[in-house]
């Protein structure tokens, strides 16, 4: 197959650069990943995915484009202890207080720690002959040509502290929403991007209990989508066999504690009991862990960013494609991330 360059540079290896990875390996010789974090060598949390520890999904599309991507892939989170499951007969969604009658679908989503759907992402990635993952590598900055028109490549600090001039043909930036490409393009004479920024307050806790097969009538997630007057939310997954996975939380600093009794309490205010028959009952197997996203940004840029790297958008907006205060078509859109007003 004709390719349109020879070598690819992606930034950041989460799940949003490691798909770009794969996509660029079909049309470029050699594609290289540069990851700030150092990898881990088994399904664990890292440092640079701060949400890695709360609770995750593929609804179907998104399972469908990686099993695609590659092949087997489904069955290898299956056996690392996930669980494949029709998100319409096996969830139970709740929006503005009401609940989504189940039906049986072939809508097929997977549920698993975040952690082994990106470790299985990564593993696969690695494994093409044309594609390598640099580890402990922050990128300094792009390199530009003579005329600042057109992207060479990119300056990397390696482990070793040494700087290296890596050049490409292409480079996308994926490293989130602590992307720099803001202040790399500002450096080459252009307009720093515009920026709106939404005021969102969103904070949500998250703990690990012990499931049983007969908890949630057998059902394997509850979704409870924000909606006033409160805007509280909560979901509860399937992480393994034995195993629940808790998040809840509200909007505008209204934060679930990390108490057990008010943890509880929280849980109980939800339009359905089914969470906090859960978390009152069942046996906690972890800590609480909090995530707090003060505030929404999205950037217009020419230059197109990859995944969160255009903005800072809290996961659960990007997930279900909701907007503060919109309702984008509930947390069942198949929209991964809605475009903002004027298509920006």
């Given at each position: 197959?004709?390719?349109?360059?020879?070598?690819?540079?992606?930034?950041?290896?989460?799940?949003?650069?490691?798909?770009?990875?794969?996509?660029?390996?079909?049309?470029?010789?050699?594609?290289?990943?540069?990851?700030?974090?150092?990898?881990?060598?088994?399904?664990?949390?890292?440092?640079?995915?701060?949400?890695?520890?709360?609770?995750?999904?593929?609804?179907?599309?998104?399972?469908?484009?990686?099993?695609?991507?590659?092949?087997?892939?489904?069955?290898?989170?299956?056996?690392?202890?996930?669980?494949?499951?029709?998100?319409?007969?096996?969830?139970?969604?709740?929006?503005?207080?009401?609940?989504?009658?189940?039906?049986?679908?072939?809508?097929?989503?997977?549920?698993?720690?975040?952690?082994?759907?990106?470790?299985?992402?990564?593993?696969?990635?690695?494994?093409?002959?044309?594609?390598?993952?640099?580890?402990?590598?922050?990128?300094?900055?792009?390199?530009?040509?003579?005329?600042?028109?057109?992207?060479?490549?990119?300056?990397?600090?390696?482990?070793?502290?040494?700087?290296?001039?890596?050049?490409?043909?292409?480079?996308?930036?994926?490293?989130?929403?602590?992307?720099?490409?803001?202040?790399?393009?500002?450096?080459?004479?252009?307009?720093?991007?515009?920026?709106?920024?939404?005021?969102?307050?969103?904070?949500?806790?998250?703990?690990?209990?012990?499931?049983?097969?007969?908890?949630?009538?057998?059902?394997?997630?509850?979704?409870?989508?924000?909606?006033?007057?409160?805007?509280?939310?909560?979901?509860?997954?399937?992480?393994?066999?034995?195993?629940?996975?808790v998040s809840i939380g509200g909007y505008f600093g209204d934060h679930a504690p990390d108490d057990d009794q008010m943890f509880a309490a929280y849980a109980g205010s939800l339009p359905t009991s089914d969470i906090y028959d859960i978390v009152a009952h069942a046996e906690p197997?972890?800590?609480?862990?909090?995530?707090?996203?003060?505030?929404?940004?999205?950037?217009?840029?020419?230059?197109?960013?990859?995944?969160?790297?255009?903005?800072?958008?809290?996961?659960?907006?990007?997930?279900?494609?909701?907007?503060?205060?919109?309702?984008?078509?509930?947390?069942?859109?198949?929209?991964?991330?809605?475009?903002?007003?004027?298509?920006?």
């Amino acid at each position: 197959m004709k390719h349109l360059g020879q070598h690819a540079i992606v930034i950041g290896a989460s799940m949003g650069g490691l798909l770009a990875a794969r996509a660029l390996s079909e049309a470029y010789a050699v594609v290289t990943v540069l990851e700030r974090d150092a990898l881990p060598r088994s399904d664990i949390p890292r440092k640079g995915v701060p949400q890695g520890r709360h609770a995750h999904g593929l609804l179907a599309r998104g399972r469908t484009v990686i099993e695609n991507f590659f092949p087997g892939w489904t069955d290898a989170v299956v056996a690392c202890g996930g669980v494949r499951g029709d998100i319409a007969g096996d969830v139970k969604w709740i929006g503005h207080g009401v609940t989504i009658e189940s039906t049986p679908s072939d809508l097929v989503g997977l549920l698993a720690s975040r952690p082994v759907l990106e470790g299985n992402v990564r593993r696969r990635l690695m494994a093409l002959p044309n594609v390598r993952v640099i580890e402990n590598c922050a990128v300094q900055e792009l390199i530009a040509d003579d005329g600042k028109s057109t992207i060479k490549g990119v300056r990397a600090r390696i482990s070793t502290g040494v700087e290296h001039v890596i050049a490409a043909d292409l480079v996308v930036d994926a490293s989130g929403r602590g992307s720099s490409s803001p202040a790399w393009l500002e450096s080459f004479g252009f307009a720093k991007p515009e920026e709106e920024r939404i005021e969102i307050g969103v904070g949500y806790t998250t703990r690990v209990y012990r499931r049983r097969p007969a908890d949630l009538g057998g059902k394997l997630a509850v979704v409870i989508a924000g909606s006033g007057p409160n805007w509280r939310n909560g979901t509860i997954l399937y992480q393994t066999e034995d195993r629940w996975i808790v998040s809840i939380g509200g909007y505008f600093g209204d934060h679930a504690p990390d108490d057990d009794q008010m943890f509880a309490a929280y849980a109980g205010s939800l339009p359905t009991s089914d969470i906090y028959d859960i978390v009152a009952h069942a046996e906690p197997l972890s800590e609480f862990v909090r995530y707090r996203y003060p505030a929404a940004a999205l950037r217009a840029a020419g230059a197109i960013p990859w995944g969160i790297s255009g903005g800072r958008r809290c996961p659960v907006q990007l997930q279900s494609g909701l907007r503060p205060g919109h309702d984008g078509g509930g947390a069942g859109s198949r929209t991964a991330a809605r475009m903002p007003r004027g298509g920006r």
